[in-house]
T-cell receptor
Framework: DAKTTQPNSMESNEEEPVHLPCNHS???????IHWYRQLPSQGPEYVIH???SNVNNRMASLAIAEDRKSSTLILHRATLRDAAVYYC????????????FGTGTRLKVLA | NAGVTQTPKFQVLKTGQSMTLQCAQD?????MSWYRQDPGMGLRLIHY???????DQGEVPNGYNVSRSTTEDFPLRLLSAAPSQTSVYFC?????????????FGPGTRLTVT
């Protein structure tokens, strides 16, 4: 299974953009890039996913490098409610369908 | 839709006891999975299933059994509880095909083994 590498923690000021990086240098052509976040004392929740092109939804944007070896989750205006652990996951849709979570990035939002 | 439901919310077991954690979903998802999350850690995949009658091992399957007799239910059985199995257990489900790969997670079961 391809692995992802994320910084352990990041800080952001409220109402500023946040760029959360993820490296996945061993990504294969059939791996989708997924992002989830886990708020305190809750189960993870889906944020966004993509394959090759950049993606936008109401929660965030996903920027994928041209070689697909890295991606960045962009929160356009961080709020205190965005404080969570953010996980970048590769999902192989041609084989085992395993979702393997890494350790994630703990985002702290400062008021 | 109730989404993904898990019971119980909390459970305390003595070492050596067995129990079953229940997970159910009402979204007709083919894919279901179980994770454990130890304090301050990420989620680790225990077992998963791609449809009724089909299960497979994840990263940390030892000490756990699963079965998938229906699309809706995916129970996790602890055969002989050990203190190392103290954790929060999350069940999740998703579609398997098409572009709807979003996983929905249940609220979790907090298990303590003494």
């Amino acid at each position: 299974d391809a692995k992802t590498t994320q910084p352990n923690s990041m800080e952001s000021n409220e109402e500023e953009p946040v760029h959360l990086p993820c490296n996945h240098s061993t990504i294969s052509g059939t791996d989708y890039i997924h992002w989830y976040r886990q708020l305190p004392s809750q189960g993870p929740e889906y944020v966004i996913h993509g394959l090759t092109s950049n993606v936008n939804n109401r929660m965030a944007s996903l920027a994928i490098a041209e070689d697909r070896k890295s991606s960045t989750l962009i929160l356009h205006r961080a709020t205190l409610r965005d404080a969570a652990v953010y996980y970048c996951i590769l999902r192989d849709v041609s084989g085992t369908y395993k979702y393997i979570f890494g350790t994630g990035t703990r985002l702290k939002v400062l008021a | 839709n109730a989404g993904v439901t898990q019971t119980p919310k909390f459970q305390v077991l003595k070492t050596g006891q067995s129990m079953t954690l229940q997970c159910a979903q009402d979204m007709n998802h083919e894919y279901m999975s179980w994770y454990r999350q130890d304090p301050g850690m990420g989620l680790r995949l225990i077992h998963y299933s791609v449809g009724a009658g089909i299960t497979d091992q994840g990263e940390v399957p030892n000490g756990y059994n699963v079965s998938r007799s229906t699309t809706e239910d995916f129970p996790l059985r602890l055969l002989s509880a050990a203190p190392s199995q103290t954790s929060v257990y999350f069940c999740a489900s998703s579609y398997l095909r098409g572009h709807l790969y979003e996983q929905y997670f249940g609220p979790g079961t907090r298990l303590t083994v003494t």
